[in-house]
């Protein structure tokens, strides 16, 4: 059967005999957009690799100096801030995929942007709140988006991912920004007490497609820290909901 049947081709590459066919990719790329349209809660098929979902990427500021000045110290710091994002996550019906990057680098994925959002919070009152072996707090920074990306042996991948990673970059210490798809998902849908500011649009390392960010804020949070990572200019810091 002529895979083509139905629509106007061209030039063809399956109808050549050849493996590929320019409507099919349209169509497949097409799928995905409405899956991300349509939320990241959407029905995907059990014989796809690919996920819409939210991502979670996290990393401790200033762990290397920490490492250097009190390793026993932070060696115990770490065994706590790994236990307290396992518990949170999982409790917010997450999955800690494996550790990215340095060892105290962490990744999760959610089915909704509204978890993946309450859980970072969660993971940020906490660490506030707890005593550190180390003479200075351990700060976490953390991004999140919501896109799709590829599953393979457990694992996840994809332009999203890296994505989600460049926005961490970002942030600072004991922050949490989000995506603009993040955004356009959790509005109405913020924990208690949480808001967002617009911190406009940045470029992202290595990324063609800026992208525009919010911080979540909460009282329990500081919400005076330094300027994003990197800025390319300053924003109007507006709140987004």
């Not at 169509?27 to 979670?56: E, K, S």
């Not at 200033?62 to 060696?75: F, H, K, R, V």
């Not at 351990?138 to 896109?147: D, E, F, P, Q, S």
Request: aromatic residues 4%; glycine residues 10%.
């Amino acid at each position: 059967m002529n895979p083509c049947v139905g629509h106007q081709c061209d030039n063809c590459a399956i109808c050549r005999g050849e493996k590929c066919c320019g409507f099919r990719r349209g169509a497949r790329l097409g799928r995905r957009r409405i899956l991300q349209d349509v939320g990241v809660a959407a029905a995907v098929n059990a014989d796809t690799p690919w996920r819409p979902m939210t991502f979670l990427l996290s990393d401790v500021e200033g762990s290397t100096a920490l490492w250097e000045q009190e390793p026993w110290a932070m060696s115990s710091a770490l065994e706590r801030h790994d236990l307290i994002f396992d518990e949170v996550v999982q409790a917010h019906g997450g999955r800690h995929i494996r550790p990215r990057g340095e060892g105290d680098s962490r990744f999760a994925v959610f089915d909704g942007a509204p978890a993946a959002v309450a859980a970072a919070l969660t993971i940020q009152r906490v660490f506030v709140a707890e005593v550190w072996p180390t003479t200075r707090p351990i700060m976490v920074r953390i991004g999140i988006h919501t896109g799709e990306a590829l599953l393979r042996d457990g694992d996840y991948y994809g332009t999203d991912v890296n994505r989600c990673a460049r926005l961490r970059s970002l942030a600072r210490g004991g922050q949490i920004l989000l995506s603009e798809a993040t955004t356009r998902h959790v509005r109405g849908l913020l924990p208690a007490g949480a808001h967002l500011r617009d911190l406009g649009e940045q470029q992202l390392r290595g990324l063609i497609q800026p992208e525009r960010i919010a911080q979540l804020l909460h009282p329990e949070l500081s919400g005076e820290l330094p300027p994003l990572a990197v800025l390319t200019e300053r924003a109007e810091l507006q709140p987004v909901g």
